[in-house]
Antibody, heavy 119, light 107 residues
Framework: QVQLKESGPGLVQPSQTLSLTCTVS????????VHWVRQPPGKGLEWMGR???????SYNSALKSRLSISRDTSKNQVFLKMNSLQTDDTGTYYC?????????????WGQGVMVTVSS | NIVLTQSPATLSVTPGESVSLSCRAS??????IHWYQQKSNESPRLLIK???QSISGIPSRFSGSGSGTDFTLSINRVESEDFSIYYC?????????FGAGTKLELK
């Protein structure tokens, strides 16, 4: 069955770099896009960016200068790296997927990983 | 960026009532809008895709409508398990955006 699972450190110091991994199963990264979405505590959802099935990436304009998404198809993993973290980057980070053009709803989501930015 | 404005921010209802939640886009987005439900401490769950298309496994009391800039999620006869936050999301632009959400709470 389709699964996505986020992993990474729960605590990151201010100004440091966040590294998260989304490990997927039940589908191929060469057929589906994988997105990162985050949610500050008690607030709404923010789309961060995507890794397309063909290896292309797109980023939220507000995060573009700090964000990088990559993948390892042999390990079924998509990676998020975001630098210069501040306290308002604290929140739950989700990976999710869509099929691509014509099928752009986010149908499966990971459980999320909570990240706290604090010294 | 396409901005999605959801209203109201909070909706207080009693079980059995029928409700409508609104999502307005800052420009025409055809029917490229999707609705999600998020219960406390859970991941979002897809409810409706492309404005009005149903999703397997989602109760039939949930329905969607609209096109262009104005969209509505309707819940026919709210049940206790429906009290949660609802988000709309657009995929008309390749840079996706979400609305701020509508919290459906028990009156």
């Amino acid at each position: 069955q389709v699964q996505l699972k986020e992993s990474g450190p729960g605590l990151v110091q201010p100004s440091q770099t966040l590294s998260l991994t989304c490990t997927v199963s039940g589908f191929s990264l060469t057929s589906y896009n994988v997105h990162w979405v985050r949610q500050p505590p008690g607030k709404g959802l923010e789309w961060m960016g995507r890794m397309r099935y063909n290896g292309d990436t797109s980023y939220n304009s507000a995060l573009k200068s700090r964000l990088s998404i990559s993948r390892d198809t042999s390990k079924n993993q998509v990676f998020l790296k975001m630098n210069s973290l501040q306290t308002d980057d604290t929140g739950t980070y989700y990976c999710t997927r869509d099929r691509g053009p014509g099928i752009t709803n986010l149908d499966y989501w990971g459980q999320g990983v909570m990240v706290t930015v604090s010294s | 960026n396409i901005v999605l404005t959801q209203s109201p921010a909070t909706l207080s209802v009693t079980p059995g009532e029928s409700v409508s939640l609104s999502c307005r886009a800052s420009q025409s987005i055809s029917t490229s809008i999707h609705w999600y439900q998020q219960k406390s401490n859970e991941s979002p769950r897809l409810l409706i895709k492309y404005a009005s298309q149903s999703i397997s496994g989602i109760p039939s009391r949930f329905s969607g409508s609209g096109s262009g800039t104005d969209f509505t999620l309707s819940i026919n006869r709210v049940e206790s398990e429906d009290f949660s936050i609802y988000y709309c999301q657009q995929s008309y632009s390749s840079l996706y955006t979400f609305g701020a959400g509508t919290k459906l709470e028990l009156k």
